[in-house]
């Protein structure tokens, strides 16, 4: 896709990070042309969920000749039909009648507890533990990979409209996950010793300076844990913000901590969120990837599949070839979860395997590395593998690319076909068979909280 003329570099060289949210969106230019209507249709979504997009993704990322349909226009802008229409019908009289920020807020609060902000109690659960004190802002779900939050990377670049970590950025109480400590870090993973990689995510860890960054990197580093083999980064800013390698103040000293975690021998894995072609096509994108690579981190590529932003294989294929191009490597392809706006996200897994299929069917096989259509469940990722016959019975096959016991990992499972069904509670065993394999040792588990229930996983 070739850049259209309005969606251009206008801040010359080095452009300085702007956010736009809630109290700036009306001064864009580019939503000028759009009616009042249509600027408060996205205040009304916005006051619910989090909205923030920026100069980058403004002038850099967006067609907006293509505008309302352009793919990274909904990726970052509320669009009214993110919100159910009782939803949007009641926040928008409590706004047009009562501006009273009180009364607001609360009917926003109340319309974010019908949205699922929070599935399946894992506030409680899946808190790792050293001697006796929880902590908080780690997650230990899976026995070799340890999810470690800083409290100074829970934000992003711009939002994501369908994030599953919505209810971390509109400030519901109780839904934060951080640490600040990076002593515990170490601690944590000196004493288990089954630990291989952490994976830092967030919000977005890049979204901290180098600094803070290096806070928590540089006590891994020096620790020498030998059991500590690969450090991963979660991250978009190769998407929303690529001047954090290129042109910011911290960006030199950023590539170089990237530099001293792999001299120290340590795999980085830099896991760059990308949702759609257009963000691998800019000239920033393309020369901030280039400079990542160059410090030796190895960039391997996910994302969910989305209505209205990329449920065409198409779209998968260019993304695919693409990041091949440029020396990424694609990894997962993940089914979009059950919160927020996901009834306007949401594809069903039989149409998120077909997109996968036809995809994976026109790229070479160095795009082949990726797996999916994948859901982060409660026990596992559990991978669509297809749609297939059996014993005259139309099933759906899965496996477990990860699993909660790794006894469960790669062992087919089939669900009576469902071309509807678009998260795994949603399916029903094949064969009349009552419960899947896995679900009376999980529902063992979950009484005996040995393991951890989790709704914050990878994206
Ligand atoms: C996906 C995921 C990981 C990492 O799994 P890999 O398959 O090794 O990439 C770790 N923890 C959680 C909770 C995850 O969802
Ligand atoms: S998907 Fe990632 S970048 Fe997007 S809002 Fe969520 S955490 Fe931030």
């Not at 829970?154 to 599953?164: E, N, R």
């Not at 149409?351 to 409660?378: C, D, F, H, K």
Request: charged share 25%; glycine share 6%; with cysteine.
């Amino acid at each position: 896709m070739k850049q259209s003329p309005t969606r251009s570099r206008s801040e010359g060289d080095t452009p300085k990070y702007k956010t736009y949210g809630l109290h700036n969106f009306r001064e864009i230019p580019q939503l000028k042309s759009f009616t009042e209507e249509q600027r408060f249709a996205m205040e009304v979504v916005g006051t619910v969920l989090p909205f923030k997009t920026n100069n980058y993704v403004i002038n850099e990322l967006i067609n907006w000749d293509n505008v309302p349909d352009d793919p990274i226009f909904v990726l970052t802008f509320p669009q009214k039909e993110m919100l159910r229409p009782d939803h949007f019908d009641q926040m928008a009289s409590v706004m047009k009648r009562d501006r009273d920020r009180q009364v607001v807020a609360e009917t926003a609060n109340k319309i974010r507890l019908q949205l699922n902000p929070h599935p399946a109690g894992q506030m409680e659960h899946n808190v790792p533990m050293l001697g006796d004190q929880k902590l908080h802002g780690m997650q230990h779900k899976y026995k070799e990979t340890v999810l470690f939050f800083p409290s100074q990377g829970q934000t992003c670049h711009a939002y994501c409209t369908f994030c599953f970590r919505w209810p971390q950025f509109v400030g519901m109480e109780g839904m934060k996950f951080a640490m600040k400590e990076a002593e515990l870090l170490v601690a944590y993973v000196r004493e288990h010793t089954e630990v291989s990689d952490i994976l830092f995510t967030g919000g977005d860890p890049m979204i901290m300076t180098a600094k803070h960054l290096a806070s928590y990197i540089d006590p891994l580093i020096e620790a020498r844990l030998p059991n500590l083999q690969r450090i991963r980064i979660g991250t978009k800013a190769l998407a929303y913000w690529p001047y954090k390698f290129l042109t910011d103040k911290d960006a030199e000293e950023t590539l170089a901590l990237f530099k001293h975690v792999v001299d120290s021998g340590i795999h980085l894995a830099v896991m760059a969120h990308f949702n759609h072609n257009v963000e691998l096509e800019t000239e920033a994108a393309r020369m901030a990837t280039d400079r990542v690579r160059k410090t030796g981190a190895q960039i391997r590529t996910q994302s969910p599949v989305l209505a209205h932003i990329n449920d065409d294989p198409a779209v998968w294929a260019a993304m695919w070839k693409e990041q091949v191009n440029l020396g990424m490597v694609p990894y997962y392809m993940f089914v979009v979860r059950d919160t927020g706006a996901q009834h306007y996200f949401g594809v069903p897994l039989v149409r998120a395997w077909q997109i996968y299929r036809e995809a994976y069917q026109t790229v070479s096989g160095l795009s082949r590395t990726v797996r999916g259509p994948s859901m982060s469940a409660n026990p596992g990722k559990v991978q669509v593998l297809g749609v297939g016959n059996a014993n005259g019975q139309k099933v759906i096959t899965m496996r477990m690319l990860q699993g909660r016991n790794p006894d469960w990992v790669l062992r087919p499972f089939f669900a009576e076909y469902d071309e509807n069904a678009i998260w795994l509670d949603d399916l029903k065993p094949a064969f009349g068979e009552g419960k899947f394999f896995f679900e009376e040792e999980l529902q063992r588990m979950y009484h005996e909280d040995l393991s951890p229930e989790s709704a914050f996983n990878l994206e």
